[in-house]
C-alpha cells in the first residue's frame, strides 16, 4: 500500500512536461530547473555528466541551441532512449558518449560548463571526489563546474532516503546525503573554489534539502 501510494504521488507531483518520465519527480524537477536558470547565457562547449532520460540536457539543448553539449553514462539503455528523443526534437547539438564519469576521454581543459546533477544522491564520497577530479580535469580554468546534493541537514529527506527501500521499488540500496562542510573539504582538497550556492526547497538555507554548487579551478 505504501509503494503504491508513493509511486501516485511521484507521479501526481511531477512537473506536467516530465510525467511518466524515470527521474521526472517534484524533486529532481527543482534542481533542474534551478540550474537551467544558472545555464541561461551559457556558451562554448558543455559536459553533462550522467544523461539519464535526458530531461536535463533536452531542455539545456533546446534552451541554449549554441551550446554544443556533450553528455555520457555507462547505462547504453538510457542512452538509446534519449538519442530517439533527441531525433524526434530535432536537435543537433548534442553528443552522447558512453563513458564512466571518473575515466572521460576528453582532454583537459575542453569545456566551459561540467554540469552533474541529480547524480550524487547515489554516490558514496569516494565516487564524488573521483567524477569531481573528472570534472575539474576536463573544465576550462575560466569553466564553471555545478553539481548538487541533497543535505543530511533536512531531517526530512535524512529519514526519506533512509527508508526509501520501504516505499519506492525504483532506489538504488543506499541514497546519500551529506552536511555541506563535507563537501566544502572535498573541494578545498580537489582545489575548487566554490564560487556560488543556491539553496532549494526551505526558507532557511542551513536546512535546505537541496544545495546547488558552481565551482571553477583556483
Known amino acids: 500500500m505504501i509503494k503504491k501510494f508513493y509511486a501516485w504521488l511521484y507521479k501526481a507531483t511531477a512537473r506536467a512536461d516530465e510525467k511518466g518520465e524515470y527521474s521526472g519527480g517534484r524533486i529532481q524537477g527543482a534542481v533542474r530547473q534551478a540550474v537551467l536558470g544558472l545555464c541561461i547565457a551559457s556558451a562554448g562547449k558543455a559536459l553533462e555528466i550522467g544523461t539519464g ?23 547504453e539503455g538510457f542512452l538509446d532512449e534519449v538519442a530517439k528523443k533527441i531525433k524526434r526534437n530535432g ?11 571518473r575515466s572521460l576521454s576528453f582532454d583537459r581543459d575542453t569545456f566551459d560548463t561540467v554540469i552533474c546533477i541529480n ?37 526530512f529527506f535524512r529519514l526519506k532516503y533512509k527508508f526509501a ?15 555541506p562542510e563535507q563537501f566544502d573539504a572535498i573541494l578545498k582538497k580537489l582545489d575548487l573554489e566554490i564560487v556560488n550556492k543556491k539553496y532549494i ?18
Open 201 to 218: 526547497g526551505f526558507p532557511i538555507d542551513r536546512y535546505a534539502p537541496i544545495i546547488i554548487v558552481e565551482a571553477r579551478k583556483r
Open 53 to 75: 532520460s535526458g530531461l536535463f540536457l533536452l531542455k539545456l539543448a533546446s534552451q541554449n541551441p549554441d551550446l554544443k553539449i556533450w553528455s555520457v553514462d555507462t547505462d
Open 165 to 179: 527501500k520501504y516505499y519506492d521499488d525504483t532506489a538504488p540500496s543506499v541514497l546519500y546525503t551529506y552536511k
Open 91 to 101: 536537435l543537433n547539438n548534442i553528443h552522447l558518449l558512453r563513458q564512466d564519469a
Open 119 to 155: 547524480f550524487f544522491i547515489d554516490a558514496n564520497e569516494d565516487l564524488i571526489v573521483g567524477v569531481l577530479e573528472e570534472m575539474k580535469r576536463v573544465s576550462k580554468p575560466s569553466g564553471r563546474i555545478i553539481f548538487e546534493f541533497r543535505n543530511s541537514r533536512n531531517i
